[in-house]
């Protein structure tokens, strides 16, 4: 089944320490996307790519950057965790086709712990 | 400020009954509504969506009611069955800008009991 991979589900990291997630998908979609996530909130969007351009959203801390080398993986760094980075971080894909809206597909997410 | 909100953080229903879950929007940019559902441990899956120039759209026992001058949308599901136990998330989309860009409500627990 085509899909969206999210590795690690569990990530433990120190504070200060960086810290890597990364994303792969088998859809062949030319839009991804990283999701912030805490508890009984709203999921905030980071950034996306859509294809190879990066588009940040403009209160996403400079703390967190973004890399997507092709089109199957994209990878969330977060350069030095703050405990307010705990959360759960999501990666989700679509196929913009110009015209209307395409359905999201989410990965079943990264739960991101700060000692 | 948030542009979708659902205002129920939680919703208990019999089996067999109606759930109903609703949601209200900020934007009238937005014209493209979608809801997702999300169960513990996994990622948010896509149920189903609605266009602002219809106002009802229905797959099976979901169904979607947009009300535009009201700013609302609802959510039924009839009838309801303790596998529809999940959070459901109300997402809002402006197809004439980024159309591929969504903005999540806070989302609705609802819980089906048997």
């Known amino acids: 089944d085509a899909m969206v991979i999210q590795n690690p589900r569990y990530q433990v990291t120190q504070f200060g320490k960086p810290v890597t997630l990364s994303c792969s998908q088998t859809?062949?979609?030319?839009?991804m996307y990283w999701y912030q996530q805490k508890s009984s909130q709203a999921p905030k969007l980071l950034f996306h790519?859509?294809?190879?351009?990066?588009?940040n959203e403009a209160d996403t801390p400079d703390n967190f950057q973004s890399r997507r080398p092709n089109t199957s993986f994209c990878f969330l760094d977060i350069r030095s965790p703050g405990l307010g980075d705990a959360a759960m971080y999501l990666c989700?894909?679509?196929?913009?086709?110009?015209?209307?809206?395409?359905?999201?597909?989410f990965g079943d997410g990264t739960r991101l712990s700060i000692l | 400020d948030q542009q979708v909100k659902q205002n129920s953080p939680s919703l208990s229903v019999q089996e067999g009954r109606i759930s109903i879950l609703n949601c209200d929007y900020t934007?009238?940019?937005?014209?493209?509504f979608l809801w997702y559902k999300k169960y513990p441990a996994e990622g948010p899956t896509f149920l189903i969506s609605?266009?602002?120039?219809?106002d009802k759209n229905e797959d099976g026992r979901f169904t979607v009611f947009l009300n535009k001058s009201a700013k609302h949308l609802s959510l039924h599901i009839v009838p309801s069955q303790p596998g529809d136990s999940a959070v459901y998330f109300c997402?809002?989309?402006?197809?004439?800008?980024?159309?591929?860009?969504?903005?999540f409500g806070k989302g609705t627990l609802l819980t089906v009991n048997p």
């Open positions: 989700a894909t679509s196929r913009d086709l110009g015209q209307g809206v395409q359905p999201q597909h």
């Open positions: 859809l062949n979609h030319n839009v």
């Open positions: 790519y859509y294809d190879k351009d990066f588009n």
């Open positions: 934007n009238s940019m937005f014209d493209y």
């Open positions: 609605i266009s602002s120039i219809k």
């Open positions: 997402a809002a989309s402006d197809s004439g800008g980024s159309n591929y860009k969504l903005t």
